[in-house]
């Protein structure tokens, strides 16, 4: 049984490679976009920084890690299991430490930021939480919701990423 999980892993191996490598690019390209506009980051209070920017870093990061360990050779499913539902229980405490389910109750995010920000992001938190029971019993459909939750936190990342540095050009203008 396990050559054959490991099979399964190996089949999975060029998406890892794909998705990690995007992570990485984006999380570089977000140095980037806030070394660009210091100024009004630098206006902004530490908690709107935590609750808004840090999480985009902390998404991308994610992903590279999950796919970090998704080609960890000969990784076992136990190991692989225990790391991804530490992972994904370690940053829904974080999600909800960083105080942005706050900004929403003060009525400081509309319902697209609320699913961008909270909502999308626990979800694919979840479903890597999901996914590690599934490795852990060796069952196929945890690659398929690994994958699923690291397509789902990178398109969460890029489209937070935009509406920052949506924000911060309006920012800087005004």
Avoid: C
Wanted: hydrophobic content about 60%; aromatic content about 10%; overall charge positive.
């Amino acid at each position: 049984m396990a050559e054959t999980w490991l099979e399964q892993l190996h089949q999975w191996h060029e998406f890892y490679i794909l998705i990690g490598t995007a992570a990485a690019t984006l999380t570089g390209l977000m140095f980037v976009v806030v070394s660009i506009g210091p100024q009004v980051i630098a206006t902004r209070g530490s908690s709107g920084v935590r609750a808004f920017v840090t999480p985009v870093m902390v998404h991308f990061t994610s992903v590279l890690v999950v796919s970090a360990l998704m080609i960890v050779p000969l990784m076992t499913p136990g190991i692989l299991a225990v790391l991804l539902a530490l992972g994904s229980l370690g940053v829904l405490i974080y999600i909800f430490a960083t105080g942005v389910h706050g900004q929403w109750r003060q009525g400081k995010l509309g319902r697209d930021d609320w699913i961008g920000y909270i909502g999308l992001p626990i979800l694919s938190y979840l479903v890597i939480l999901g996914s590690a029971v599934a490795i852990w019993r060796e069952a196929a459909s945890g690659f398929v919701l690994v994958a699923a939750a690291a397509i789902l936190l990178l398109i969460v990342g890029i489209r937070n990423a935009w509406d920052l540095v949506i924000w911060m050009a309006q920012k800087s203008r005004g």
